[in-house]
């Protein structure tokens, strides 16, 4: 490790011009006391940078996503890649993660503003990816063997009619997974794995297992993973468990509860895609008594709220909100999410409610995204009990939780 800021700064930039050997890097979040990173007179919440072949030669192609959409510019390499390099690094971004053909660099500007750098070789040496039109820039290919096992795609590798929205669906959850997983272990609230201990993912209500399969398939590319699948149904866990040995991926599969579930040892990302009703709320709950670093859920139905809302005094003036039968099921999805999201904040967790796939793919598409950062959650619980003296809801999550 580097034992000056300059030295610190100077390995992170000499890794983003190499760019025979860069694969992918990300800058994110802000250092305290210090405003939001701007890129091309944008405030921008993270930034991802990579090599592209185009026609007019090779490019640095910088990525910066703001509170609605990503931006791209693409830079000559040579003078005009090192100008937009440095202007990146005199931004005041707390963290990078740089991914290099050989190595890992991870680079984190403490409160006090000292930059400590990890850098670490990997076991084997990847071949970057440097296509400007990747096929509809995928995770996972079409005709990955997990998709073919799956019946996803067919035989030939191409995704079948009927599961192409199956597939849209664990593309953009891996997305958001990879993008989320990368900010968690660069900003230290996820650790970073070893071939010892192995990332820890638990997928919560997996039924056949899809997202425990991609996120295997995906993230065992970037570090040792062990994924363990929690579903009631035995029928589930034996045509994963033969899945899973077919493919030779390391992951088991428990036959149970969410609320029984019982695991070795605690995990690094706990995943709920689709949970039926209060199943989210027990996949939330499991998630906090393990103090999880971090939390992906992506609610299905909200019946529980929703039959509350029938029977609750609603608030003046908001009772057009639940009278008709349409309107009260949305408002109880929202609801919901709103009262689940205010206590995961005050258990410590910064929570993001975002859109992991466009609802003419599935219209239950909100995600919860919780990393654990151990920050005061009075707001939040002001919040939260507010909301229920309104509404004279009792959510589940609320009722696992102690909190009414």
Excluded at 129 to 136: N, Q, T, V, W
Excluded at 162 to 183: C, G, M, P
Excluded at 292 to 314: E, S, Y
């Amino acid at each position: 490790m580097s034992t000056t800021a300059g030295a610190e700064l100077a390995t992170v930039r000499s890794a983003l011009l190499d760019a025979d050997h860069l694969v992918r890097a990300l800058a994110s979040g802000r250092r305290k006391g210090q405003p939001v990173p701007v890129v091309e007179g944008r405030e921008v919440r993270r930034v991802e940078v990579r090599v592209v072949d185009l026609r007019a030669g090779r490019h640095l192609q910088v990525t910066s996503y703001d509170a609605t959409q990503a931006h791209t510019t693409n830079h000559l390499v040579g003078e005009a890649a090192e100008a937009a390099v440095d202007a990146l690094l005199a931004q005041p971004f707390a963290n990078w993660h740089v991914d290099t053909a050989t190595a890992t660099h991870q680079l984190r500007v403490t409160k006090k503003g000292v930059p400590l750098l990890h850098t670490s070789t990997r076991a084997e040496e990847v071949a970057p990816s440097r296509g400007h039109d990747r096929p509809k820039d995928r995770l996972l290919a079409e005709d990955h063997p997990v998709l073919v096992a799956l019946g996803i795609s067919d035989a030939q590798g191409r995704v079948k009619p009927t599961r192409q929205a199956k597939y849209r669906q664990v593309e953009e959850f891996v997305r958001l997974l990879d993008a989320s997983l990368t900010e968690a272990v660069a900003q230290g609230r996820v650790r970073t794995p070893t071939a010892d201990d192995p990332l820890r993912v638990v997928d919560l209500g997996c039924g056949n297992a899809y997202l425990s399969f991609a996120a295997h398939a995906f993230l065992s590319g970037r570090f040792p993973v062990r994924v363990t699948g929690v579903d009631v149904k035995q029928q589930s866990a034996d045509h994963n468990s033969r899945v899973a040995a077919d493919l030779g991926i390391d992951a088991d599969f428990v036959v149970g509860s969410i609320a029984d579930a019982r695991l070795e040892q605690a995990p690094d990302v706990v995943l709920a895609l689709h949970a039926c009703d209060t199943a989210t709320d027990d996949a939330l709950g499991r998630a906090l008594e393990w103090e999880a670093p971090l939390v992906l859920a992506a609610p299905c139905c909200h019946h529980d709220i929703a039959a509350q809302l029938r029977t609750a005094d609603v608030p003046e003036p908001y009772a057009m909100l639940t009278r008709h039968g349409i309107l009260r099921e949305r408002f109880a999805d929202t609801l919901t999410d709103a009262l689940r999201a205010a206590l995961l904040r005050r258990e410590g967790y910064r929570v993001d409610v975002v859109e992991f796939v466009e609802s003419a793919h599935t219209p239950r598409n909100t995600l919860l995204r919780a990393v654990r950062t151990g920050a005061d959650g009075s707001e939040a619980a002001r919040e939260y009990d507010d909301l229920l003296a309104a509404w004279g809801v009792r959510p589940r999550l609320g009722e696992l939780l102690g909190h009414g």
